[in-house]
């Protein structure tokens, strides 16, 4: 009974937002270092695969040394992230909501913070059907100021996506832009208006601001859906990741000058970042922008790792007066908002930014966006190149006529 009071509750919040697409982000300033994951593969796509034995991974801080009352809630989603119409018995078995009692208090840290962890599906939720799922965090049941949101995905894999990545685009030929190109193969599985029934979205690198959505077939036949040539799969090559690692106190990783303790807190300062458009596209392996918890020498970085000051600096004779510049990457969701914005010091010349971030290794990169912009461009300061090794996920939906939910049928990654 209490359950059912509580998802009750959930509903009535959600449905007057329910028109509002549902993404990853923290929405307390006590909330840190939210993460969704596959367990035990910490960097793929938050995506799993109906009816397997994979699970996502949920976990956050709560910077603290109390531990607090935490519950969730699921919600199925279209696949723009807006609520779906389905119920709760359509697309769960079990409960839709239930109590994060999965908790541990930080160990041999300067900074106290509880962890919280846990899984979907577990042993109270089951799904039954494919499609993008948003998880509501509440703290005390209030579920009218949830703390964060967690997504994820489920693809139940019908149609077969075969697809690449060149640097010959309308644009230019082998120059700034990368051309994505991909068929969709039905054989076997029915779609009778691919216009209308198939939704496709493209993104790269897990970005939101410059993603593809509403991909219509450039071409087809009976089972086959090309999606060639289209102009609006072009995107900027831009640079490799930039990244820190400050997974010890004592052995500075690439690019940190110094790390500072001020009996308080340590602090990490960077190196001055360099412009690096017009140098080439950078050597090296990125992570594409992820990061990952890590202390050297723990037993248990979930709760050994401490939080520390990372402060970045890209020095500038000036600053933008047509827009500003943005971290861009996973420690902010890829998301562009007042979080991830830097600010211009005229003391130092330089856009700063300082991040109170839990131990590990992070990828970065600058991103210039213009006054009231969405979306943002990396040639300012990172340059664009087609050599750039970038990960591309595109995700087929569909809707056959009469149904009341888009459902997830392929999920494929290509790379340049």
């Given amino acids: 009974m209490k359950r059912n009071i509580l ?16 993404f990853t982000h923290v929405k307390v300033n006590n909330i840190r270092t939210l993460q969704v994951r596959v367990a035990d593969n910490p960097l793929a796509i938050p995506v799993i695969e109906l009816g397997s034995d994979q699970l996502v991974r949920i976990s956050f801080d709560e910077m603290s040394y109390e531990p607090k009352s935490y519950t969730y809630a699921l919600v199925h989603c279209n696949a723009d992230w807006t609520r779906s119409s389905l119920s709760e018995v359509d697309y769960l078995e079990g409960f839709a909501n239930g109590t994060i009692d999965n908790y541990a208090f930080s160990s041999n840290t300067t900074t106290l913070y509880v962890h919280y962890q846990f899984d979907v599906p577990n042993d109270d939720l089951k799904l039954k059907v494919s499609g993008n799922y948003a998880v509501i965090i ?3 049941n209030d579920f009218t100021k949830p703390v964060a949101v967690a997504c994820f995905s489920v693809v139940q894999s019908r149609v077969t996506v075969k697809g690449s990545v060149r640097g010959n685009t309308d644009r230019e030929l082998a120059g700034r832009y990368q051309q994505v190109d991909f068929e969709v193969e039905t054989s076997g599985y029915e779609v009778r208006d691919p216009f209308t029934e198939l939704k496709v979205t493209v993104q790269q690198n897990r970005r939101w601001d410059n993603a593809v959505i509403n991909l219509t077939p450039t071409y087809t036949s009976s089972n086959v859906q090309s999606y060639t040539n289209n102009r609006r799969l ?4 831009g640079n490799q990741y930039r990244s820190v690692d400050f997974s010890s106190e004592y052995t500075y990783g690439s690019g940190i000058d110094r790390i500072t303790f001020d009996r308080t807190f340590y602090h990490v300062w ?3 970042s360099e412009i690096r458009a017009g140098r080439g596209v950078e050597q090296g392996y990125d992570a594409n922008g992820q990061f990952l918890v890590n202390r050297q020498r723990s037993n248990d970085v979930d709760v050994e790792a401490d939080y520390m000051w990372v402060h970045f600096a890209v020095p500038m004779s000036e600053p933008y007066f047509n827009g500003t510049l943005c971290l861009l990457g996973q420690l902010f969701s890829n998301q562009i908002d007042e979080q991830s914005r830097m600010v211009y010091d005229f003391a130092q010349k330089a856009y700063v930014k300082s991040l109170f971030l839990k131990q590990g290794g992070y990828n970065f990169q600058y991103l210039f966006v213009e006054k009231d912009a969405k979306s943002g461009t990396l040639q300012p300061v990172e340059g664009s190149y087609w050599q750039t090794e970038n990960e591309y996920a595109i995700y087929v939906y569909h809707r056959p006529w009469g149904e009341r939910y888009d459902k997830l049928v392929a999920v494929k990654l290509v790379s340049q």
């Fill in 7 to 22: 998802y009750i509750a959930f509903l009535l919040m959600v449905s007057s937002l329910w028109a509002e697409p549902f």
């Fill in 138 to 140: 509440a703290q005390d």
């Fill in 234 to 237: 072009i995107f900027e090559g």
């Fill in 270 to 272: 960077l190196f001055p």
